[in-house]
């Protein structure tokens, strides 16, 4: 029979064009799928939609089905050969559909006498719309003819459906606020391991606008000021105390410049003054605040311009207290906070108002909020997805710091199964009588495990854990939480600290690494437009010898309390003449702490940490001046592959298994063999299972990693057998794609 398809479709146009209002949309969808039943001499053509809201297909319009099944009929996407024609975005057709295994039954539909059918998706680009179907009685009764002719009255019938279904959805009451349908489920990357389940607070900026309202009327004054003020301080002084006494080394000086701030006279005195001539505390309190920080606000230096937002805080705080209104954002515990992005003391206030979790829309796996999350037990998630940053107050996100997974208004079940599975993982994760003193490969080889310990809060955790000493201890975290360069007595406090908690155990230092990620709010790194190529690390070290030797000192006069000798190990080597300098400077500090009799360690063992590309072209050179190598796989993976750590815009290009990365690393360890030298891997490469059978393919026998992982990475060594993994290594190395060095990788998983 001759089909004038052309014609079809300039009749529906014509009959759209009709039916512009609501009201008449069914109708419409109902003109649609008769004349297509007529048109392909089929006894069935229904119409379903796609609602965005709740994931389900629901039927609209129908010839030939049940009229009363219309509204009645839902299924989720990849139910039915319908749901799985808009699942997978295909056309499915069956001669004789009720034999199929996917074929669904709806009781009172009247579809069982339908042999024939055939369903095809409603898109636009990849968005779902709906599904149009076609059922006859005769099985096998399209032909394949049939089934190209109904996919093109469909794609052309696309953009009028989806007119339909919008103006539909637009009618329909509104329940929930609107929100992108797509952001049920964000697929992100692990920052910090852990689950969290609560409200979101969307972190912003503070401004004078969240600062709490829903008081109007009420007027307050100087005696009722003065006691908010009292009431701010003592709520920040535990909050200090607190986390001073679970945080010692980073703590200091978190909340002391908001505390200064509230025992400014001429602040208060600002304040009484415009209460004496009549203005309610509250109004005075606004005024002044604002007043103030504004002035922040101008100063030329950066640092100085940052207090605005503890005078805000301060300012919120007061208020908060004056008319006990409470605002969202000021509450904190038990609830995920969504940022763009976070400084590592953002965290750790986070941290002491007990945040369950953290969504960071930038930063990285590797970067070090990332690292200080782990370190402070603060599930984090890391996705592209600015969206999030919508989200009104009150919705609940869950937080799967473990797969990196962030699922928005989860229902109970997805709830329940992630409450079974993070108690198991704690479960596990207490279990520690597996683990052995050593190390050893299955054929015997032994592999040191150490700790990398960023906070003096991890050193228990490292203890628990038998970790066999610090391979990488970052010292670089209590001088990014203070407002200034920490003095030698303080480090050597730190130090010592560590050095007698860790005793009978090997312990690397590492000299200050900031610089990229880890800005001094103190020291003005402003003007770089590359920090990561910039002072950083080493650099920022031998540029300031005052603040460098000051550090040396500090360590050396820790290791006087060691009993064996301290390592210290220098970032971001890029030369021998860098070690050069550097080593001179330790000797330096050894022959003045001589002179002025204080003890110290006089021959601590000198390393330095692989990271750079530069390095590895001179790996000879350096193997013959530093006592040891510990590769930095985090940067080494960044300055190779020229993939910034902390974009999430090119994560996916942050390869490790790169066969650069792969043939770099393999280089550095024979270069190690060859001089006799110790070297370790300490990036994030060294917690991932994945590589554990290169590393030791390549000869690595020391392995420097967070705590946690400990358990997992030690198991897997004792699997594996060092001749085994040396092929393993040598097959990788023969590759030059990522793809087939992904194949052959993933086919070693352990299931
Ligand atoms: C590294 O770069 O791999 C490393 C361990 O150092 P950090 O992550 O502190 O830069
Ligand atoms: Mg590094």
Request: net charge negative; charged share 25%; aromatic share 6%.
């Amino acid at each position: 029979m001759f089909r004038d398809h052309s014609k079809l479709i300039c009749d529906i146009g014509e009959l759209a064009a009709l039916f512009s209002d609501t009201s008449n949309l069914d109708t419409l969808l109902q003109k649609i799928v008769d004349m297509i039943a007529a048109h392909m001499s089929a006894d069935v053509c229904s119409v379903y939609l796609f609602d965005d809201d709740t994931q389900e297909i629901v039927l609209k319009a129908t010839r030939g089905l049940n009229a009363a099944s219309i509204g009645q009929v839902r299924m989720k996407l990849g139910e039915g050969l319908t749901g799985t024609a808009l699942a997978e975005l295909r056309t499915v057709y069956e001669g004789n559909a009720s034999l199929h295994p996917g074929f669904r039954h709806f009781s009172g539909i009247g579809e069982e006498k339908y042999a024939s059918f055939m369903a095809v998706p409603i898109l636009r680009g990849q968005v779902r719309i709906g599904v149009m179907t076609l059922q006859s009685v005769k099985a096998n009764s399209f032909t394949p003819e049939d089934v190209n002719v109904f996919r093109a009255i469909t794609s052309q019938l696309a953009t009028t459906i989806e007119m339909a279904r919008l103006l539909i959805s637009l009618d329909k009451p509104v329940i929930k606020p609107v929100r992108a349908p797509e952001l049920k489920f964000i697929k992100g990357r692990t920052g910090a391991e852990g689950f969290a389940y609560g409200e979101v607070v969307i972190a912003a900026v503070p401004s004078m606008d969240d600062i709490a309202l829903g008081y109007e009327g009420r007027v307050f004054g100087l005696v009722e000021l003065q006691q908010a003020v009292s009431a701010a301080e003592t709520e920040l002084k535990a909050m200090q105390q607190e986390i001073e006494a679970k945080l010692f080394d980073v703590a200091s000086l978190i909340f002391s410049a908001q505390i200064m701030m509230l025992k400014d006279r001429a602040m208060l005195g600002a304040m009484e003054t415009l209460i004496a001539a009549g203005v309610s505390a509250d109004q005075a309190v606004r005024r002044v605040i604002k007043e103030y920080a504004l002035r922040f606000e101008s100063m030329p230096n950066e640092f100085i311009r940052e207090k605005k937002y503890d005078v805000l805080d301060v300012g919120q705080r007061i208020l908060v207290n004056l008319t006990g209104v409470r605002s969202s954002k000021d509450q904190i515990a038990g609830k995920i906070v969504i940022a763009r992005e976070l400084l590592p003391s953002d965290a750790l206030k986070l941290s002491s108002q007990r945040v369950a979790g953290v969504v960071l829309l930038s930063g990285g796996v590797t970067s070090h909020v990332a690292v200080l999350a782990r370190s402070l037990n603060i599930p984090l998630v890391i996705v592209d997805e600015p969206g999030l940053l919508e989200l009104p107050a009150e919705t609940k996100v869950l937080v799967d710091g473990t797969t990196g997974n962030v699922y928005v208004e989860p229902d109970a079940e997805v709830v329940n199964t992630f409450r079974e599975k993070e108690a198991s993982r704690l479960t596990a994760s207490k279990v520690k009588k597996d683990l052995k003193e050593q190390t050893f490969t299955k054929d015997g080889q032994r592999v040191i495990l150490l700790a990398n310990i960023n906070l003096l809060g991890d050193v228990p955790v490292a203890k628990d854990f038998r970790a066999e000493g610090v391979g990488l201890y970052r010292t670089e975290f209590p001088f990014i939480i203070r407002s200034d360069f920490p003095a030698e007595e303080e480090q050597f406090v730190i130090y010592r600290r560590l050095v007698e908690s860790m005793k009978g155990h090997e312990i690397t230092f590492r000299t200050l690494d900031i610089g990229g990620d880890k800005m001094l709010s103190y020291y003005d790194h402003s003007k770089e437009a590359n920090p990561f190529l910039g002072l950083r690390s080493i650099r920022f070290s031998l540029r300031h010898k005052d603040v460098f030797c000051l550090q040396l000192r500090a360590i050396l006069r820790a290791g006087a309390f060691a009993d064996r000798p301290v390592r210290i190990m220098f970032p971001m080597i890029s030369s021998v003449d860098e070690l050069t300098e550097a080593r001179a400077l330790v000797e330096e500090c050894v022959h003045d702490l001589k002179k002025a009799g204080i003890a110290h360690q006089a021959s601590p063992v000198i390393g330095i940490m692989v990271e750079l590309p530069s390095a590895v072209e001179v790996i000879e050179a350096l193997a013959e001046e530093a006592a040891f190598f510990s590769i930095g796989t985090n940067d080494l993976i960044q300055y190779t592959l020229a993939v910034d750590r902390t974009n999430e815009k090119v994560a996916d290009l942050y390869v490790p298994h790169h066969p650069a990365v792969l043939r770099i690393l393999k280089r550095i360890a024979a270069a190690g063999a060859i001089y006799g030298r110790d070297v370790s891997v300490c990036g994030d490469m060294a917690h991932d299972l994945k590589y554990i059978p290169f590393l030791i393919g390549i000869g690595i026998r020391k392995l420097s990693l967070d705590a946690p992982f400990l358990p997992r990475v030690q198991a897997r060594i004792m699997e594996l057998d060092s001749k085994e993994a040396a092929r393993h290594a040598r097959e990788l190395l023969s590759l030059s794609r990522i793809d087939d060095v992904t194949r052959v990788i993933s086919a070693l998983m352990p299931a």
